[in-house]
T-cell receptor, first 112, second 111 residues
């Protein structure tokens, strides 16, 4: 069974540009979570999508946004990139609220 | 606003049991204790979870105190591949949306 897949693995952008990160959840999973992990820090909750709807977001500015498609895959968009947006962005999926989440391998975003 | 406290680092000799503690003194009745680990900045890997009772699976055992204010993850025979950052989190049955993973415990398994 395929796990959570994220693309691209690495992404280099210039300050002010936009970045789009993609996540495909495990088949059958309807919930997708996005986390940001800055170097040396813990994972910070970004967004939660379930059944195509944004259910909750963490303490991040509106330039962090996303969506979930009918096939439950998800995109994370980061507009007006800043240097401090450089981090590992992790996506996780779960089948419903009460189960464990499975993480992808992440997208390493570097803003220069 | 992390709800758990873990030591920042621990060492364990290869082949020995690794006991990783976690304090969650403000845990509420409907919150579960979950453990994940992260190797070399890869995606975190689920290990085990529990509510009240001790749990065991093929990877580890989870011991939760009777008052549920602390727990211990036990890796019975640590190997070099168990070197990782281990995260203890608490989450209620409503999902992961309010969960923040702290800095965890960096476990170094020594040959």
């Amino acid at each position: 069974e395929a796990g959570v897949t994220q693309s691209p693995t690495h992404l280099i952008k210039t300050r002010g540009q936009q970045a789009t990160l993609r996540c495909s959840p495990i088949s059958g999973h309807t919930s997708v979570y996005w986390y940001q992990q800055a170097l040396g820090l813990g994972l910070q909750f970004l967004l939660w999508y379930d059944e195509g709807e944004e259910r909750n977001r963490g303490n991040f500015p509106p330039r962090f946004s996303g969506r979930q498609f009918p096939n439950y895959s998800s995109e994370l968009n980061v507009n007006a990139l800043e240097l401090e947006d450089s981090a590992l962005y992790l996506c996780a999926s779960s089948s419903y609220m009460n189960t464990e989440a499975f993480f992808g391998q992440g997208t390493r975003l570097t803003v220069v | 606003d992390a709800k758990t406290t873990q030591p920042p680092s621990m060492d364990c000799a290869e082949g020995r049991a690794a006991n990783l503690p976690c304090n969650h003194s403000t845990i509420s009745g409907n919150e579960y204790v979950y453990w994940y680990r992260q190797i070399h900045s890869q995606g975190p890997q689920y290990i085990i979870h529990g509510l009240k009772n001790n749990e065991t699976n093929e990877m580890a055992s989870l011991i939760i105190t009777e008052d549920r204010k602390s727990s211990t993850l036990i890796l019975p025979h640590a190997t070099l591949r168990d070197t990782a950052v281990y995260y203890c989190i608490v989450r209620y049955s409503g999902g992961y949306q309010k969960v923040t993973f702290g800095i965890g415990t960096k476990l170094q398994v020594i040959p």
